[in-house]
């Protein structure tokens, strides 16, 4: 799989690109179905990104369907001692 740091910062249309290509990779032509591939990172929504200043992001809210995953910052501030309920 493909892992991005700080993906939140990159636009939402380059990586469901990435993920289209990766996709279109078969095992019969290429030696690997690419759509087994695993494609996630950091869509953290904060800084010059936050509240769509950039426009469209990989942040977290922006990925329902998309098959590109993000880590759950909301489940690891809880396991530090946090709530997953806030933001």
Do not use: C
């Not at 991005?4 to 996709?23: C, W």
């Not at 990925?63 to 759950?72: D, E, R, T, V």
């Not at 501030?77 to 709530?83: A, C």
């Amino acid at each position: 799989g493909f892992r991005f740091d700080l993906m939140g910062h990159i636009p939402l249309k380059v990586m469901r690109k990435v993920r289209d290509l990766l996709d279109s990779l078969r095992l019969d032509m290429h030696g690997i179905d690419g759509r087994k591939i695993m494609l996630y990172g950091e869509g953290w929504e904060f800084g010059e990104v936050a509240n769509g200043q950039r426009g469209q992001v990989a942040v977290q809210q922006q990925l329902a369907g998309s098959k590109i995953g993000a880590f759950n910052d909301r489940i690891r501030d809880s396991t530090l001692g946090g709530s997953p309920f806030t933001d």
